[in-house]
Nanobody
Framework: QVQLVESGGGLVQAGGSLRLSCAAS????????IGWFRQAPGKEREFVAV????????YYAESVKGRFTISRDNAKNTVYLQMNSLKPEDTAAYYC??????????????????????WGKGTMVTVSS
């Protein structure tokens, strides 16, 4: 199994920036997809961004494209989500997740969190007006 620990959430004013981190430990495979979902109170969990660990291909939700950047640090076994130009509608709990399935990034981009089995506990991001 793999353990995922998110950090970096907090309170920020609209237009500000935050960087979320997801540190992975334990069993890993040579090829997997790791990324982020978010869930606001009373709303469905939605895809944010994903990266393929090998190759580094990235995919983003339309709502965050151009504002958020996902990246990885192989030496630190950590994935980052740089969040710029934050809006109040970005307020949500942000969850790091990993899929080991073949073509696992599909379950991120197709917004199928029920098909992803490894999750962090989440970190809260609150953007004030």
């Amino acid at each position: 199994q793999v353990q995922l620990v998110e950090s970096g959430g907090g309170l920020v004013q609209a237009g500000g920036s935050l960087r979320l981190s997801c540190a992975a430990s334990g069993r890993t495979f040579s090829s997997y997809a790791i990324g982020w979902f978010r869930q606001a109170p009373g709303k469905e969990r939605e895809f944010v961004a994903v990266i393929n660990w090998s190759g580094g291909s990235t995919y983003y939700a339309e709502s965050v494209k151009g504002r958020f950047t996902i990246s990885r640090d192989n030496a630190k076994n950590t994935v980052y989500l740089q969040m710029n130009s934050l809006k109040p509608e970005d307020t949500a709990a942000y969850y790091c997740a990993v899929s080991y399935a073949t073509g696992g990034s599909y379950y991120f981009t197709a917004n199928l969190p029920q098909s992803i089995n490894y999750w962090g506990k989440g970190t809260m991001v609150t953007v004030s007006s």
